[in-house]
């Protein structure tokens, strides 16, 4: 058995440091929020115009002005702000946050990134994923390591449309941890059960074991 | 000074709406949106619009009853994934889309409004968004060439507002709101409370007037949730009901 769902956020909550801004993707990188470390100060981005971002409201209390870029009802914190969409991305285009943790669907040996659409499928949209792997000093990636067919997601070359051309520095999947850089891949931890022939197996791209 | 304050949305559009025109539409998902003046658009029953949207609405609500009307013929959008006839319309070729990546858009915006014509920004270097586009490199690294956006009609939504047009919008409702009222030909703001003037303290003001021509107070507003998330009292845990 390898990752859950909840082991790869909590994987990816590693990756924060005291002070940082952060933006969180949908999906897994949200759940990264429920793992900050006691007494770790990060403040949480959302791309349609909140710094600081708080916990869900309780009941009866969700107000329709004050939501994430996931559509949720959020609430605010004595120190949040709230700005235009020009300026929140200023601040992400513009290198301001530090680290970006968005879902994947591809990612290739060079760092591409493929998470927004399927030809010939409904395409809903990047959103703010091209902004923010073109913008934000680090990008991770958290996906399942393959398709529900089995199919690889790590690959020599994506085959989706990209989100962004060598962006990705870090790949969080249930087996494992990659870094990746200078058009290399190396594999930097196994996750629990997971072993490094299933790695093998189940990885199109070339990557250098450094366990 | 002019009057810009108008009774109702019906007659802030009046002799401003047309076919085949471009309209600019503040919010992000149902968030900050003009409710009353979409109303308004969908009685008009103007079509062949060109509609510059984050999102496009749900199937009832917001921008979505503009789609119900077939009054839509190209959205400009970053995304459209909770609208279902949307996806149908766009598979069966009764509507044009352009994605924009959601920072581009929102520049493009900022840059229509600010007599920018253009700018260059890393976004989307490599990808689907860059072909066709001018691509040049700045101190080393890429940068695609993007344009900017400006509408014969911008519709934005703010918290208060006041017969000068000056506007103050409310947590997240903000969005897109403040570069829409820019670049707009014709701009028309509703607003949940209209002041008198010297009751916005001028220093909350996000939009001066000066960029607003009409502006309205909304007869209602609905301001529908699209994903209602609590967390209980009881405990720390966080619930979703969608």
Avoid at chain 1, 10 to 23: I, P, S, T
Avoid at chain 1, 37 to 60: A, C, H, K, R
Avoid at chain 2, 135 to 151: H, N, S
């Amino acid at each position: 058995m390898a990752w859950t769902r909840e082991d790869m956020a909590a994987r990816a909550a590693r990756e924060l440091k005291d002070g940082f801004y952060v933006n969180l993707g949908i999906g897994i990188p949200t759940l990264v929020a429920n793992y900050i470390p006691e007494g770790m100060q990060v403040t949480l981005q959302s791309e349609n115009g909140m710094l600081g971002m708080g916990p869900f409201p309780y009941e009866g209390e969700a107000d329709p002005d004050l939501i994430n870029a996931g559509k949720q009802t959020i609430t605010e914190l004595d120190s949040s702000s709230y700005f235009s969409s020009a300026d929140s991305f200023a601040m992400i285009r513009g290198g301001h946050i530090n680290l970006s943790i968005l879902g994947g669907m591809q990612v290739a040996e060079n760092g591409d990134l493929a998470n927004w659409m399927v030809p010939g499928k409904m395409v809903k949209g990047m959103g703010g994923a091209m902004d923010l792997v073109a913008g934000v000093k680090r990008v991770v990636v958290v996906m399942e390591h393959s398709e529900k067919s089995g199919a690889p997601k790590l690959l020599k070359r994506c085959n989706l449309p990209l989100t962004g051309a060598g962006v990705v520095d870090l790949l969080i999947t249930d087996l494992g941890v990659f870094e990746i850089g200078g058009g290399a891949v190396r594999l930097t931890e196994l996750a629990t059960g997971a072993t490094l022939d299933e790695v093998k197996a189940k990885t199109e791209a070339d990557f250098a074991v450094a366990l | 000074m002019a009057d810009k304050v108008r009774k109702t949305a019906t007659e802030a559009l009046n002799g401003v709406l047309r076919d085949g025109m471009t309209i600019m539409a503040g919010g992000f998902g149902l968030c900050g949106i003009p409710e009353n003046l979409i109303a308004a658009i969908r009685e008009a029953g103007v079509k062949d619009l060109t509609v510059v949207s984050n999102n496009c609405g749900i199937d009832d609500f917001g921008l979505g009853i503009l789609l119900a009307g077939g009054q839509i013929k190209k959205m400009i959008s970053s995304y459209v994934g909770e609208n279902k006839l949307f996806e149908k319309l766009y598979l069966s070729g009764e509507l044009e889309l352009e994605f924009n990546p959601q920072g581009t858009l929102a520049e493009r915006i900022r840059a229509g409004g600010a007599g920018i014509p253009a700018f260059f920004t890393k976004t989307g270097v490599g990808t689907l968004v860059a072909e066709g586009k001018e691509v040049r490199e700045f101190e080393g690294e890429l940068y695609v060439m993007e344009r900017g956006l400006k509408a014969d009609l911008s519709i934005v939504k703010a918290w208060k507002g006041d017969a000068e047009g000056n506007l103050v919008y409310r947590k997240t409702a903000r969005n897109f709101n403040p570069m829409m009222a820019t670049a707009g030909a014709v701009t028309v703001a509703e607003v949940e409370q209209l002041v008198e003037i010297g009751q916005l303290e001028p220093d909350h003001i996000a939009t001066p007037g000066i960029f607003v021509d009409h502006i309205l107070q909304g007869a209602v507003y609905e301001k529908r949730i699209e994903r209602t998330t609590t967390r209980l009292r009881e405990a720390a845990q966080q619930a979703e009901h969608v």
